[in-house]
């Protein structure tokens, strides 16, 4: 029998070597073997500052010891306290079923935060009275220009080669910072998007490498960002929510051969000038003048004249933390499909993908050309552009030319949304001079599905498209207007689909403490965050973010310590909402009341939907406070989500299953939050099944309806009307969208009809997941691979065929990989299933009658734990199986 081993080992949910301020940073690990019925039974984890003394077997700074235990999802470091901007090595090694060892795992690394005491730095505008270049006024609405982006350097010297050296870096706005002469890392847009007058995040890089004996220069680009660029969609306050120039804060840590730590920071000693970047913005794009370049400008040499003091600033009180998500990087490139030249010299490129990222060119032009890229989503009937719907945002980069033989331009303080490119400029210009770059949070891949029609297979590429577009540092609404903000029902109808996409865990754990921050006095979560200041308090589905997605966490990663966290904001929210309605009806303090946003064709009741949103909230509330040990707050809670309930009954559901206005969400969310009694529940998907048919089987829902409406037809024994959603090719569908050119997910439905065209450019985003949220049914309810139990401890593999001849779906658990394929043919269902070591699978095959393995009932093979009499169900423990049941007719 192979070993059992501890694989992908994670500090905070981070892979890699993060930088953690936690006193007692959890640890994780899956775990793989061959065989069935594999289980860790226990395991020994080794810490230590020498990656040596793992290798050797010891743990210099914590042994754990063997510890007895299944768990390896959250285990916390237990030794000594870590020592500030210390890196640690740990190894794991566990113990099977049996009490036998398997090997050590491949070691991995973290960092221990700092205590700040660098100050903050900034370009002294007093030196240049003249900030705004003229030329680069080019925008339609760009009428007040903007400032460049000031380079900082500063010159320090090594004895000797040094042990280590990290680099702790943060900025209000954004930071591109090199070392001599190098970019640190291939981090992007750092340090992202928070409010920064609540926290600010910084960034942990090991730069040793870089580092040489004498001379040294630490330098840095600083772009306005989030911080004091163009953010949101606020005609009245377009930019400088934050402040009015980007500062950057930064510390270099250096340990020498002989154990000394040496400290370089932000201090006056920094001098700054302006270089070839003459504006920089994310939602205006930005201009690079390539003759105005200083080669060598962050590497040891003579400074020019012209570099000048910077201000200094202390700080200010705001609290530095350790960034708890991965970074944003390039993570894809794709090439140009087709390149056509227009009469008047522009060329129109096409990528063939609606993408967030930029483009990186190829110019050969004489020096002082004006090289021009714009950015849209679309083509209009002409050919031309189809940019109405970017709103104020510009999405243009300029470049000048210096007139070298060949030059290459990619900017790197802006982020676009795009399938088409306009470049105005190059005499010549071919496929093989531009590429697109994808930018994204580089979160690693979670899962997969594919299926035999290739229609739902496109959709599923253009929900994952739609998932990568809306995650460059924070769950966006869309990436190419003047908005790209952080909506909180966005993110909680997607989150579920998202985290089969991608490892969603560290990614929601840092924006959840944005949507903490955002919480008003009275307990009010907000709409979106980060908070700007047209924010308003949140809506019904909105708001209630808040709890749904820790408890989302909870039940895909296992992460408890997220709902502890999260508990008494929770409670906040859950306070107010009965504070103010005291009657237990949610008629008070809807505030924008949104409800089932971008609907087609059916306007569901507000009422209902805030109802809806309570009930369950209070149910997750009862659960999270069982999880958490709270006895008196769990039956609370129990007890408010029945009177909720009796609310709902008897002011949105009649005798006869209907609901308040008869529509598909109303029904979805009344079949979906478990708010209809068992008696009415037969009658009430009899009425969802009649809407859906007098609909022309096309669904109706919005934002909040279209994640539930699938799962409840299939789950309440109406897959087929669910798959016939699924493939439907009329309008409304995804369908619709994919044969008339979607490579993304729509905001709406109606983002181009053959009958009107573009919808209202007012809100008409070509690329926003949310009605993309069907993905987590293609996984959990076609592929049937779905979670029992929090953290995958038990799966519930119940695949829903409809018409389909095979399905298949991967998904990479915290507790390991579990792969399920299913095969129909005419007269029998023919299933793959990996369960991962130290987890039970529930099996329900469509069809009657016996499983088999082998030609053999499967019930008393290897591995199984229990079946059902009648076939129905069969339990089995870890390992991989390949089942067979005959289907009826």
């Known amino acids: 029998m192979t070993p059992l081993h501890a694989v992908d080992l994670r500090c905070e949910h981070l892979a890699g070597v993060p930088c953690v301020d936690t006193p007692a ?132 010297t090594v004895d000797g080669r040094p042990r280590s050296a990290t680099l702790y870096v943060t900025a209000r706005g954004l930071a591109a910072v090199e070392l001599n002469g190098a970019a640190v890392d291939d981090a992007e847009l750092v340090p992202g998007w928070t409010d920064y007058t609540k926290r600010q995040p910084y960034h942990a890089v090991d730069v040793t490498a870089l580092l040489k004996p004498g001379a040294n220069v630490l330098g840095a680009t600083l772009a306005d960002g989030w911080f004091s660029g163009f953010v949101g969609s606020d005609p009245r306050r377009p930019g400088n929510l934050y402040g009015r120039r980007p500062w950057l804060r930064c510390e270099l840590h250096v340990v020498g051969a002989d154990g000394e730590r040496t400290v370089i920071g932000t201090d006056e000693r920094w001098r700054s000038a302006y270089g070839p970047v003459r504006g920089a913005d994310l939602l205006r794009g930005e201009s690079y003048d390539a003759r105005l370049e200083r080669p060598g400008w962050s590497a040891p040499g003579p400074a020019c004249e012209d570099w000048r003091p910077v201000l200094v600033e202390p700080h200010d009180g705001v609290p ?31 990528f063939g993908q609606n993408l967030v990222g930029r483009l990186r060119l190829r110019v050969r032009a004489a020096e002082g050309t004006v090289v021009r890229l714009r950015h849209a989503e679309a083509l209009d009937t002409g050919g031309e552009l189809y940019r109405e719907n970017l709103r104020t945002a510009d999405a243009e980069d300029v470049y000048v030319a210096a007139g070298r033989p060949e030059e290459t331009y990619e900017p790197r303080f802006t982020v676009h949304g795009f399938r088409y490119a306009e470049i105005t400029g190059p005499p010549e210009l071919s496929t093989t001079d531009v590429v697109a770059r994808v930018l994204h949070t580089d979160m690693p891949s979670a899962g997969r599905f594919r299926c035999s029609d290739e229609l739902v297979n496109r959709l599923w590429s253009n929900i994952v498209w739609g998932l990568r577009g809306n995650v460059v540092g924070l769950p966006t609404d869309c990436p190419q207007r003047d908005e790209r903000m952080g909506w909180l029902a966005d993110a909680q109808v997607f989150a579920p689909t998202a985290a089969l996409i991608m490892d969603t865990s560290a990614f929601f754990t840092r924006w959840l403490a944005d949507v903490a921050d955002a919480q008003s006095e009275e307990g009010v979560y907000a709409d979106v965050a980060p908070k700007v200041p047209t924010t308003r308090d949140g809506a019904p589905a909105w708001a209630d973010a808040g709890v749904i997605l820790p408890w989302l966490l909870y039940r895909t990663y296992g992460d408890t310590a997220i709902l502890r966290e999260h508990w008494t904001a929770m409670h906040r929210y859950l306070t107010f909402l009965r504070r103010t309605n005291p009657d237990l009806r949610w008629r008070h303090r809807r505030h924008n009341d949104y409800g089932d946003w971008l609907s087609a064709g059916e306007e569901t009741s507000r009422e209902l939907v805030a109802a809806a949103y309570w009930a369950h909230d209070a149910r997750l509330m009862a659960e999270i406070a069982g999880v958490l040990g709270l006895a008196e707050e769990a039956a609370d809670y129990a007890e408010l989500r029945t009177r909720l309930v009796e609310a709902f009954r008897a002011d949105h559901l009649d005798a006869e299953g209907k609901v308040t206005g008869d529509t598909q969400t109303g029904y979805a969310l009344a079949l979906g939050m478990d708010l209809v009694p068992g008696h009415l529940r037969e009658r009430c998907v009899a009425h969802l099944v009649a809407n859906v048919e007098r609909h022309g089987w096309h669904l109706t829902t919005g934002f909040l309806g279209v994640a539930l409406l699938c799962p409840v037809l299939a789950d309440t024994g109406h897959a087929d009307v669910a798959h016939r959603l699924l493939t439907q090719r009329g309008y409304p569908s995804w369908g619709y969208t994919i044969d008339r050119g979607a490579t993304t997910i729509w905001e709406r439905w109606n983002g181009w009809t053959d009958e009107d065209g573009f919808a209202s450019a007012r809100m008409n985003s070509l690329n926003h997941y949310s009605l993309g949220s069907v993905g987590a049914w293609l996984v959990e309810g076609v592929a049937g691979l779905a979670a029992a139990e929090p953290g995958y401890a038990r799966l519930r593999i119940a695949p829903r065929p409809g018409p389909l001849r095979w399905a298949e779906a991967e998904y990479r658990s915290v507790r390991g990989t579990v792969r399920c394929g299913w095969q129909r043919t005419d007269d029998r269902i023919r299933l793959a299933l990996t369960v991962p070591p130290g987890v039970t699978a529930t099996v329900c095959l469509p069809g009657t009658g016996a499983v088999f393995e082998d030609g053999r009932p499967a019930g008393g093979a290897d591995g199984v734990l229990a079946a059902e009499p009648d076939g129905s169900a069969l339990t089995v423990s870890s390992g991989t199986y390949v089942l067979e049941r005959v289907l009826p007719g």
Do not use: K
């Open 25 to 156: 940073p959890r640890l994780r690990w899956a775990l793989r073997a061959e065989g069935r019925g594999r289980a860790q039974s226990a395991y020994r984890v080794l810490v230590s500052t020498d990656p040596a003394d793992l290798a050797a077997e010891r743990g210099t700074v914590w042994d754990s010891g063997t510890v007895p235990s299944a768990d390896h999802i959250e285990v916390p470091y237990g030794g000594p306290p870590l020592t500030p901007g210390g890196t640690y090595h740990w190894t794991v090694r566990v113990h099977d079923e049996y009490g036998i060892p398997g090997p050590w795992s491949t070691p991995a690394s973290w960092r221990t935060g700092i205590t700040w005491s660098a100050p903050w730095i900034a370009h002294d505008r007093r030196h240049d009275p003249g900030v705004v270049d003229p030329a680069f006024r080019y925008g339609p609405t760009n009428r007040r220009g903007m400032p460049p982006a000031p380079l900082l350097r500063r010159e320090f």
């Open 320 to 350: 530095m933390v350790a960034d708890r998500g991965e970074p944003v990087r390039v993570v894809e490139e794709l090439p140009a499909l087709r390149c056509e030249r227009l009469a008047d010299g522009r060329h129109i490129v096409d």
